[in-house]
C-alpha cells in the first residue's frame, strides 16, 4: 500500500481528532468524512440520551473508530448493512453482503417479477445455496411477496452462524410469512454432503405435487482462488472475514475453486430448475462456468467419464438445453458505457460455437442461464441416463 | 426673476435635469386597489365578463357547444366578478349614507359598513383564486437546493443558516421534511457563530402537496450582510446563497405521477440512455475480494451537462434512488424555465424588463441593521432572529413574494392576451 501523505493526517484532525483514526482504513477524506458520519449516527442512536459532547458519546465514538482504524469492516462495527430497502444484520464469522449482490438480486426480482405476470399463477420457489446473511433469499422474498401469491424461498448453509443470523434477519426486517403460501426458510446443511433433511428440502420431496420444481436456484458460494486471497483480497476481508465464504474448501489446498459450480451443476441435473445464477469472480471463472455448463463435465466425476462426455454430439444437445445463457457484469440493469462500446448491439463473447450476451456495466459478476422446455420436460435423466 | 432664485449646485441642478429621482424610490408594486385586488386583475375580470354576456346572448339565440363550453369555463370569474361589483356599489351607498343627516341612518349605515368590507375582502379573494392562473408544478411536493454562491466560507455558514431556517419554517408550519442531501465542504473543521458548518450542498424535501407552490419565491439569490465570526477587524462582509425550488415527485406517487415518468411528453421524462452514471469502483477483483463501504454514485445527463452526486446514505440503491429524483426534478425546471423564456420574449419589452431571473438578488439579510429586504416586493421586516428561525417574519415576507407573483403571474396572461389580440389585428389588416 502506498503511504498516506502526511497533510492528509492533518486535514483530518482538522475535521474531527477521530477522522485521523479511520483515515488508516478509508485512505481518503471523502469517505472518512462518511464513516464518521454514519458511525455519529449510530452512537447517538444508540444512546439518544448523551449529546455528543458528553463523555460517554465520545469514549463509544473513540471506541468504535479504533475499531475501524485497525481494519474491522464498518458493517461489523455498526452490526448492519443495507441491501436493496432492507437492513441486513451483520456479525463477524458471516460474509458481509457485498453491492455487486444486490445489484444483481435486484436485477433478477425485476426479470422474476416480469414473468410472474405473464405466467400463470403457480408456485414460486426459490433456493439459495450458501445464503450467509440470508440478504439474497430476504431480498427476493420481499420484491415478490406482493406479486406472488405462493412464494416459497429457502436458504442453506453449511454455517450454523450464518443460519441463526439468517433466521434473526427474517425477525429484523419484519417480513410477514403466510404458512402454505409465502415461506422464507434457513436450513443448515452441507451441499457435498447432505443430510436427510436437507435431501427431502432439495429434492422438494414433502411436496404433494411430483412435478414441483425449483424456479431459481441463486449461489453466492465461496470462489475466490487459494493463491486469489493472498493476492487479491483487501486486508480487512483476509483479516476480519471467515476464510469459509470466501475460499472453497479452505482446508485443503488442492481443490479448484470451481468446485461449488461443478457441485451445483451436478445437482441441476437431476433438480431441473427452471433458472440458475451464480456469482463469480471475473470473465475467466464465468468462461469456466459457462463451459462448464454446456459440457455438463462434472469435475467430481471419472476423468474416463469427463472424455465421454465431450462427444460431439452430446456437447450440441447440452449447448441448446438453456434458452438464456447471460453473463452480467456488476450493474446489469444499466447499459455499458464504456468508450470502446459504440454499436448498438450487446456486447458477446463466443464459448463453444455459442454466442452469449454480456449485459451490463462494471466487472464481470455473475452467470444467469434459464431452462428450455427440452431440459425441463425430459431433462438430464434421459440425456445422461442419471436419474 | 432668475436673480432672486437661491444658489444651487450645478450638479444637483445637472441631476435634477435626468429626473433621478426615481433611483431612490423603492419599486413596491402593490398599488393601492379597491377590494384588496390589483388593478391589472380587475381589469381582466371585467373583460372576461363582457366576453361572458356577449357569450350569454349569442347562446340564447343559437346554441353552439363550442361557445358554451368557453362561457362554461368563465362563468365562475363572470359571478365573482359581479359579486364583487355589487358589493362595491352597496358599499358606495353606505358610505353616502354615513354622510347624511339622519342619525338612525347612520347608525344603521355604520353596522353594515363593517361586514360589507368583510364581504368585499372574502369576494376580491374569490376573484383572483378564479383568476390567477395556475402553475403546473403547483401542486407537487419540492425540493429545495441550497448552494453558496462563489466566495469565502462566510457564504458556506449562511447557506447553512438558511438550510435550518427552512427547516424550522416547515416545522413551525407543520410541514414534513426530509433531508436528502447535506454535505459540508471539505477545507476545514471551522464552526460559524450559530455552531453551522461550512455548507457545501444541501438538498431539503418538504413533503406537502402545493409545497413547490409556498416555496415558488424563495428561488434566487439570497444575499447576507454581516460580521462573519473569522473576520477579525470587524468589516461587514456581503456574500450570497443560491437557493433553487424544484417541483418533485411523491414517492409513493400515484399511477398517474408513474405514468408522467414514463411518458416521453412530460417534463419529468428522462432517456436513460442519455444518463451516464458513475460509481466509486473499487479497484481491483471486486466481489468478494473487496469489502468497501463507498456508496457514492454520480449521475451526469448528457445533453444538458446537469451532474446530481449523492453520497449521503450507506446504501449506492438508496444514492441512485435519490440522485435520480433530483435529476428529474432539475430537468423538469429547466425544461419549464425555457418555456417561460419563450414565452416571455414574445411579450411587450416592458414586462420582460421587470422579469426577475434566477441569477438576481432577490432578499437581503442584515444583520448590523436587524433587516431583511425582499427587492421584489419592497418588504422590510425587522427581527433578524425570528426570521433565522423560520418564525411569522419571514412567513410575511414570504406571504408577500406569493402575492407579488399571483400579480406577475396575471400580468402575463394579461400581456399574452394583448399580444394574441395585436396579431389578430394585423392579420385582419392583412386581410
Sequence with gaps: ?387 | MLTVAPWVCRSCVRSLKHAGVSQFLRRASTAAIPGGLPSSLLERARKITVEHDQLNAELATNFDEKIARRAGEIAKIATAFKDLEKARASLTELESLIQSDDEELRELATDDLASTTAELASLGRNLSLALTPKHPFADMHCLLEIRPGPGGTEGRFFADSLFHMYEKYCANKGYRTRVVKHEASDNDGHKGSDGEIALQEAVLEVLEPGAYQAFRGEAGMHRVQRVPVTEVKGRTHTSAVAIWVLPSFPETGGADMERDVENPESDFYIDPTEVRTETMRARGAGGQHVNKTESAIRLTHIPTGTTVSMQDSRSQSANRVSAWRILRSRIAQQRREAREELARSLRSSVLSQSQITRGDKIRTYNYQQDRCTDHRTGLDVHNIPNVMAGGEMLDKVMASVQTWLAERDVQAVLADEEAAEAAEGKQAVAK
Excluded at chain 1, 114 to 135: A, F, H, N, Y
Excluded at chain 1, 211 to 217: E, F, R, S, V, Y
Excluded at chain 1, 300 to 314: F, I, V
Aim: proline share 6%.
Design chain 1, 1 to 387: 500500500m502506498p503511504r498516506l501523505q502526511p497533510s492528509l493526517f492533518w486535514r483530518a484532525r482538522r475535521i474531527s481528532p477521530f477522522a485521523t483514526f479511520l483515515l488508516r482504513a478509508c485512505r481518503d477524506l471523502q469517505s472518512v468524512k462518511n464513516e464518521l458520519r454514519w458511525i455519529s449516527e449510530h452512537v447517538s442512536q444508540a444512546a439518544p440520551a448523551f449529546s455528543p459532547r458528553s463523555f460517554p458519546y465520545k469514549t463509544r465514538m473513540w471506541q468504535l473508530c479504533e475499531r475501524r482504524a485497525r481494519g474491522e469492516p464498518l458493517q461489523y462495527i455498526l452490526g448492519t448493512q443495507p441491501f436493496g430497502e432492507l437492513d441486513i444484520r451483520c456479525r463477524p464469522g458471516v460474509l458481509i453482503p457485498r453491492w455487486e449482490t444486490e445489484a444483481y438480486t435486484l436485477e433478477l426480482s425485476r426479470i422474476l417479477i416480469d414473468e410472474i405476470s405473464s405466467e400463470k399463477k403457480q408456485p414460486m420457489r426459490i433456493l439459495d445455496v450458501c445464503s450467509g446473511t440470508g440478504c439474497i433469499a430476504l431480498q427476493l422474498y420481499s420484491q415478490l411477496q406482493p406479486s406472488c401469491p405462493s412464494l416459497h424461498v429457502r436458504g442453506l448453509d453449511i454455517s450454523q452462524e450464518a443460519i441463526s443470523l439468517a433466521r434473526e434477519n427474517v425477525v429484523h426486517n419484519a417480513l410477514v410469512q403466510n404458512p402454505g403460501k409465502q415461506t422464507i426458510r434457513f436450513l443448515h446443511g452441507n451441499i457435498f454432503n447432505p443430510s436427510d433433511a436437507v435431501r427431502d428440502a432439495l429434492y422438494l420431496s414433502q411436496q404433494s405435487d411430483d412435478t414441483a420444481k425449483w424456479d431459481l436456484i441463486i449461489s453466492n458460494p465461496p470462489y475466490v482462488s487459494n493463491r486469489s486471497f493472498s493476492r487479491d483480497t483487501t486486508r480487512s476481508v483476509r483479516n476480519f472475514e471467515p476464510k469459509l465464504a470466501l475460499v472453497p474448501n479452505h482446508t485443503h489446498n488442492d481443490t479448484s475453486e470451481d468446485i461449488f459450480y461443478a457441485r451445483l451443476l451436478d445437482l441441476s441435473k437431476t433438480l431441473r430448475p427452471k433458472r440458475m445464477l451464480f456469482e463469480v469472480a471475473g470473465m475467466e471463472q464465468a468462461l469456466r462456468v459457462v463451459r462448464m455448463i454446456f459440457l455438463q463435465q462434472p469435475s467430481l466425476s471419472s476423468p474416463a467419464m469427463r472424455t465421454s462426455e465431450k462427444g460431439e454430439a452430446g456437447k450440441e444437445l447440452h449447448r441448446d438445453l438453456y434458452t438464456v445463457v447471460q453473463i452480467w457484469r456488476d450493474d446489469p440493469s444499466v447499459q455499458q458505457q464504456h468508450a470502446a462500446r459504440e454499436s448498438e448491439k450487446d456486447e458477446v463473447v463466443t464459448v463453444e460455437g455459442r454466442e452469449i450476451t454480456v449485459k451490463g456495466d462494471g466487472k464481470v459478476r455473475s452467470v444467469y442461464f434459464v431452462g428450455g422446455d427440452s431440459f425441463n420436460q425430459f431433462g438430464w435423466s434421459s440425456v445422461t441416463g442419471r436419474g
